[in-house]
Nanobody, 121 residues
Framework: QVQLVESGGGLVQPGGFLRLSCKAS????????MGWYRQAPGKVRELIAT???????TYQDSVRGRFTIVRDNARNTVALEMRSLKPEDSGVYFC???????????????WGQGTQVTVSS
């Protein structure tokens, strides 16, 4: 099994900065794609940013240029640096990882518990 634990959410004013962190742990053999998703109230969960094992990132159009996804393969961590935050960036942010563990016969998708980000004055 693989566990993902997020940290770093909170309340920030528009134009502010937040850094979310996520660490994968457990009986990990390898971690492939990692990323962040967001779910706002009444909306479906949407992809914000992903990064491959060789740190090739992709971003949702609305965050490109403001958010940066950072990965550390040695520590199995992924962070999301969010700048120039807007109220519409608010929501619960979920860490995601596609990983192979010693307890599973195939690659599985794993999710963190989510961390709340609120952008408001």
């Amino acid at each position: 099994q693989v566990q993902l634990v997020e940290s770093g959410g909170g309340l920030v004013q528009p134009g502010g900065f937040l850094r979310l962190s996520c660490k994968a742990s457990g009986s990990i053999i390898s971690v492939g794609l990692m990323g962040w998703y967001r779910q706002a109230p009444g909306k479906v969960r949407e992809l914000i940013a992903t990064t491959t094992a060789n740190s090739s990132p992709t971003y949702q159009d609305s965050v490109r240029g403001r958010f940066t996804i950072v990965r550390d393969n040695a520590r199995n961590t992924v962070a999301l640096e969010m700048r120039s935050l807007k109220p519409e960036d608010s929501g619960v942010y979920f860490c995601y990882a596609r990983a192979l563990s010693t307890t599973e016969a195939r690659v599985n998708d794993y999710w963190g518990q989510g961390t709340q980000v609120t952008v408001s004055s």
